[in-house]
């Protein structure tokens, strides 16, 4: 197994402790980072840190919301491609289940066992 490339993923001082992030999760880093340099919370470590982690949340959460509903969703033929192949669990999916009767609905993810195996 090959380790992740370096540029995939930074290192970021929060509160005394090195936290991983990932790229992906850009706009929380940005926050975190933003919170770290400006120092908007006094108190002590643990105090700061959990203050720094809910403003995060707080903030990323209001981004992805405002985002989600701001860009138009997938087509439904990227959605049926993705339901064939990852075959989630059968709730908030009905829709889109709808288009692929070929697949078992999935109630429960321990249904789910790879090929070769038997469902208990």
């Not at 930074?10 to 975190?32: I, K, M, P």
């Not at 643990?46 to 903030?59: G, W």
């Not at 829709?95 to 208990?120: N, Q």
Request: with cysteine; glycine share 4%.
């Amino acid at each position: 197994m090959r380790a992740p490339a370096a540029s995939t993923c930074c290192a970021v001082l929060v509160a005394d402790q090195c936290l991983e992030r990932d790229f992906r999760d850009g706009d929380g880093l940005a926050v975190t980072i933003w919170l770290r340099w400006t120092e908007p919370f006094s108190g002590t470590n643990p105090v700061v840190f959990a203050k720094t982690a809910l403003t995060t949340t707080v903030i990323t959460t209001l981004v992805w919301l405002v985002v989600t509903y701001l860009t138009k969703a997938e087509p439904e033929a990227v959605l049926v491609k993705f339901y064939r192949s990852v075959r989630p669990q059968i709730t908030g999916w009905q829709p889109v289940a709808r288009f692929a009767p070929e697949v078992p609905p999935t109630r429960d993810l321990a249904e789910i066992c790879s090929p070769g195996c038997s469902a208990a």
